[in-house]
């Protein structure tokens, strides 16, 4: 779920008691600017300098005649840096709205501005690189400059050649100069740390700071990577004889970016937040929510979303400030990446025997939630990364996903940091560590967490065995009367007696609920092996797709990739992780246990076992639908947990999904539906009730 849009995210300011502290905090920011547009090793983190910013601002508003000269405030780039190459026109920078407020607010002043309506808006990611100027004349790549202090640049000229997305020819002979972004995506950032490693023992703090450090580096023995995203077009003087420079100032932004992207430079076109143009503001927040919505699976940094209005015409009429065009805005998503000190690593073994390193961090807010732990990955991970005890280090926490962390910031380090200490036996069982992978695995592998393996089967989405509570498992594996799940289901009754505090009734009501397990559908059993990456709802999309253990067995990874939400890193997981659980299941299988998923056509070699997709079977009534169900089911519904609703949604062809976005197909609304429905329906999603709902998968239940 991610409402990220709705959430204001002005961060607050710091407060200066005094002009002592002003003149200090102004210091802190020009050196943190100067640092961050330089070569990137600021000490301090977006939020952190922004606040610091703010506070400066406050200061001066009421402090008129303190204002120091050096004051960042009002300035490019806080007026930190400058350089020696002009600029054709000043490159700007943007101002800021931070919800759907500031937006319309914004909107609104530069309607009453122009004195009449914007009908298009073009609303685009904000990339969270370097702005650059690109010059190319008569079709040839000749000058990359930075954009300085906004009037003059530093020539970068010396990265021509290692810049993805900016070709060294167009595929026209034009004279034109392209802005854009330079960042480095989430695979260069990793190679670009790599090689740093292997060079000096160091590592990059951030992506950002890995593009800019790269941008201005000339003599480094390595050379990384970058990328460059066009975000606009101008004349470049001493143009041509050719109109272009006519068309650059006539044509709508969007066609120019079309143009741009027919040249062969990048633009955000092929990516999945490529730039829209929306005819109201209410599309423009719509397409805001979904750019939100992608940015933590983008390969690459965005922290907003940029808003202009497409016409020239607009633009010219709407001009500009000193410091930013008034005809854009960038609306600002919360940052996701904050500066903070790892002071422990944990090593925890999963449910698969896979031990993990975890970081213990000192506690630091991110997009609204307080962060404590992050993962680490593994343990080549942090010697890649060359982490140590008491560094101040790079946390990036977006969305759903699990934050993580990134990197040491090498520039903070007081010598005081201290090796982390790898483990040498596994920290659950003390058996050895098959170290032969990246994933360090206990040599006993689900063995050694056999008790938390057994819990998630047993639980309620999986197998949902009612009585067998985690203290009855461990009974039931210290008396050596099972190893694994399977097990379970050969448990005699004369052994069950035979444990404490179990009388003829318990065990009696344990053997009925094993019992009826027996029967539970493929997706419960599949779901209850504990597949590395396969939760309930993948479950569910696999039973679905092969309707048989034997099929899913079968299945290479090609066939496995057929299955939404599976791809190419995902697949050869899943085949691998089933050859190791092949006992196992085998196990399950000679015990009777159910392999089938009901009211699925077994999958045949060429084809699905999908009803949908398997001949005389009618379409499902949700088929490709996305659907959200919400709030506290009523009704024919009341008795299903949230998990069968799921089973019932894709059951009837569709997919459940726990948060609503313009691709949502259909809300079921419970009692107390709050934000999700009020989301719905200002995308206009259509809404159900419990009944309405029951009565649509009628057939499916
Ligand atoms: S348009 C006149 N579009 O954000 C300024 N800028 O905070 C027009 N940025 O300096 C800039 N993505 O470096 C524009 N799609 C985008 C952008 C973008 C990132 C950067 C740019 C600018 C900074 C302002």
Redesign the pocket.
């Known amino acids: 779920m991610n409402d990220a849009p709705a959430t204001p995210v002005a961060p607050a300011l710091t407060v200066l008691a005094d002009e002592a502290a002003y003149a200090a905090a102004v210091q802190l920011a020009v050196d943190a600017a100067a640092t961050y547009y330089g070569d990137g090793t600021s000490p301090l983190d977006d939020d952190a300098y922004d606040r610091l910013v703010r506070g400066i601002e406050a200061y001066e508003a009421g402090h008129p005649d303190q204002v120091l000269p050096g004051s960042p405030t009002g300035k490019v780039a806080g007026g930190a840096v400058t350089g020696d190459v002009p600029h054709t026109v000043p ?4 101002d ?1 709205v931070f919800d759907p407020a500031g937006l319309e607010r914004w909107a609104a002043g530069l309607e009453r501005r122009l004195g009449r309506e914007v009908t298009a808006w073009s609303v ?8 650059i100027s690109v010059r190319y004349r008569r079709g040839r790549l000749v000058q990359l400059v930075t ?1 300085g202090d906004g009037a003059a640049g530093e020539d970068v000229s010396h990265a021509i050649g290692t810049v993805v997305g900016l070709p060294g020819t167009l595929t026209e002979p034009v004279t034109v100069e392209i ?3 330079v960042m480095m995506t989430a695979a260069q950032f990793a190679d670009a740390c790599a090689k740093r490693q292997a060079h000096d023992g160091t590592t990059f703090a951030n992506p950002r700071s890995a593009a800019a450090g790269t941008l201005r580096a000339q003599d480094r023995p390595y050379a990384c990577e970058l990328t460059f ?1 066009g ?2 077009a101008l004349p470049l003087p001493p143009g041509d004889a050719s109109d272009l420079a006519d068309r650059l100032r006539t044509l709508p932004h969007s066609r120019i970016m079309d143009q741009v992207a027919a040249w062969g430079v990048q633009t ?1 076109a092929a990516t999945p937040v490529a ?1 829209v143009v929306a005819a109201t503001v209410p599309e423009v927040q719509a397409r805001i929510t979904e750019i939100a919505e992608a940015r933590a699976t983008l390969p690459f940094g965005i922290d907003g979303i ?1 808003v ?1 209005a497409d016409l020239a015409d607009d633009q010219a009429r709407a001009g ?1 400030g000193s410091r ?2 008034r005809w ?1 805005i ?1 609306y600002k998503l919360p940052a996701v990446e904050k500066i903070t000190k790892l002071i422990a690593v944990e090593w925890n073994v999963g449910r698969t025997g896979i031990i993990a390193p975890r970081a213990e961090l000192k506690p630091v807010e991110i997009d609204g939630s307080v962060i404590t732990y992050a993962t680490l990955h593994n343990a080549a991970d942090i010697t890649r990364r060359g982490l140590m005890l008491g560094d101040h280090v790079t946390v990036y926490k977006a969305g759903d996903i699990i934050p993580r962390v990134e990197a040491p910031v090498v520039h903070l380090r007081t010598g005081d940091e201290q090796p982390i200490a790898f483990p040498e036996v596994c920290p659950n069982c003390g058996a050895a560590i098959d170290t032969g992978q990246e994933r360090w695995r206990c040599v006993r592998g689900r063995a050694c967490r056999a008790l938390a393996s057994i819990t998630y089967a047993a639980g309620r989405d999986q197998l949902d065995i009612e009585t067998l509570a985690t203290s009855r498992i461990q009974q039931l594996l210290d008396a050596g009367f099972i190893t694994d799940f399977a097990d379970l289901f050969t448990v005699t009754r004369e052994q069950l007696l035979t444990l404490e505090r179990m009388g003829a009734t318990s065990a009696d009501k344990l053997l009925a609920a094993v019992e009826a397990a027996r029967s539970r559908s493929l997706s419960r059993v599949f779901c209850a092996l504990g597949v590395r990456g396969t939760g309930r709802s993948m479950s569910r999309r696999i039973a679905r797709r092969f309707g048989t253990m034997e099929a899913i067995l079968a299945a290479t990874a090609e066939d496995l990739r057929a299955v939404d939400g599976i791809g190419p890193e995902k697949a050869p997981v899943v085949v691998e992780e089933l050859a190791e659980l092949r006992p196992l299941i085998d196990k399950l299988v000679a015990a009777g246990v159910n392999m089938t998923e009901p009211g699925v056509v077994p999958a045949t070699a060429s084809g699905t076992a999908d009803g949908a997709a398997a001949g005389p079977v009618a379409e499902p009534p949700l088929a490709g639908m996305s659907v959200v169900a919400t709030g506290t089911m009523t009704g024919p519904l009341a008795e299903l947990s949230r998990n069968q609703v799921n089973e019932l949604i894709e059951r009837a062809g569709g997919k459940a999904s726990s948060s609503v976005s313009a691709r949502t197909g259909l809300l079921v609304a419970g009692e107390k539906a709050g934000s999700k429905r009020a989301k719905a329906d200002d995308l206009g999603v259509r809404i159900v009730t419990c009944e309405e709902f029951a009565a649509l998968v009628a057939d499916f239940r």
């Open positions: 490159m700007l920078s943007l800021n685009e990611p904000k990339l969270d690189g370097l702005a954009r802005r854009g972004e995203f975000y606009g955000t730039g940029v202009k500009f930013a065009p854009a960038a």
